[in-house]
C-alpha cells in the first residue's frame, strides 16, 4: 500500500517484482481459447482466475474460488451469462457480484457478503485483455491506450498470433533475454541473423569465425553480426529507420525485422509476464504494414514460409536460455554486466521504479503502447 517502504531482494529487484506488476492490462488468452459456453482456469501474476463469456458473448474474469465453500470457479458452469459454482450452485456476474443462492428465494445481506473479486475485461485484437489489480486506487487507462496500434487498424496492418508458450523461469530472466544482442549468438541456426542460404558452394561464414559489432541506434543498442574482417553478415535486424523504444510497461517488447533480403519488414512483439514467480506466459504476435491485397497475401508467405518455423524455433531457445539461468535472485547475484546492457539495465530500472512508485507512493507509471518501436 502506499507510505510502505519496499524491501529489495537483490539490486533492481523489490519484493514482489518476482511476481509480477499489477495494475495493468495483460493479454491472458487468445479469443478462440475461451468458447462461449465454460469458463476457463489460468494463473497470472501469481493469482488463479476464472474466465468466461457473458450472454452478451463479452469477456469475464474473476478470482478462481467460490467464496462459499472455496471450490474453483473455473470448473463450474456458464447459465444465462452468470459463472455458477459446481458444487452448490451459486452463481456470480461479471462484476464478481452473487446473483444467486438456490436456497434463498431473495436478495439477502450473504448474496452481498459472498461477492468475488472481478477484474476489468476486454477483448480486442484476437486477444482476452484483463485489468490485474485494483481499479479503484489505479484506474484503468482505456485499453486502446495500451496496445500496439495494429490491433486498432485492421486496415493498414495484417496480423499473425503464434500460440501462447509457458516457460519455466521467472519472467524477469525472460524479459532481460530479449536484449538487442543475443541473436547473432542464440540464434545462429534459426532466425535470419546467420542464415545464409545453405546451397553447395555457399559463402557462409562459421560460428567460429563470427563475431558482434554493437551498434548504438535510435530504438537501442544492437548486435550485428561480422566476420573476422569486420564485414556485417546479413542478420536481418534493423539499425536505422525505426521509430520508438524497443520495451514497454508492463512487460511488451517489440523487435523489428527482415525476414530476407528486400522483404517487406514486419515487428515482433512480445508480452512476457508472470503466471507466478518460476513461470512465465510468452504471447506474441507479428505484423507486418499491408493496405492492399497483394502486400497482405505477401505477408501472409512470408509468415507461412519464413518467420513462422523461424519464431517457433526462436522462441524454444530463448526459452531455454531463460531456464538455463535458474533462479532469479542467484542470477542476479552472480552476473557481471557488460557495456552492451545499458538497455537491459535501462528495463529493470523501469519495473523497478514502476512497481515501487505504486507500493510506496500509490502512482501507477503510465508507459503507452504508442511510443513502441516500429519500422518507418
Known sequence: MSGTVVKELVQLIPEGLPSGLRN???????SEELPADKPVGLKVLGEKLAAWRGADGRPNVVRDRCPHRSIRLSVGRVMDGDLQCLMHGLRFDGEGRCT????????T???????????????????????????VRFPPPPLETQVPEELLKPDEFICFRLPTSTW????????????????????TDSQAVHRAERKPGSNEVPLEDRRIKIIRTSHGVRGVSVDLEGKPINHGHFTVDVKGQRFCLPCLTTNPIVPAPGAAPYASRLWQFPQDAQHTTVVRFLSWRARTEAERAAATRLFNEVALPRLELVNTEDAFAAEAQGDLIEARSREYLLAPDEDVIKVRRLLRTAFVSQAEHGERIDNPAGSLAYPV
Do not use: C, K, M
Open 24 to 30: 495493468y492490462w495483460y493479454p491472458i488468452l487468445q
Open 100 to 107: 444467486l443462492i438456490p436456497w434463498e428465494t431473495a436478495h
Open 109 to 135: 445481506p450473504h448474496h452481498d457478503r459472498l461477492a468475488v473479486p472481478a477484474y476489468p475485461a476486454r477483448e480486442l485484437g484476437g486477444y482476452i485483455w484483463a485489468y490485474l489489480g485494483d481499479p
Open 168 to 187: 519455466n523461469a521467472n519472467w524477469l530472466l525472460a524479459i532481460d533475454g530479449s536484449d538487442g544482442f543475443h541473436a547473432v549468438v542464440l540464434h
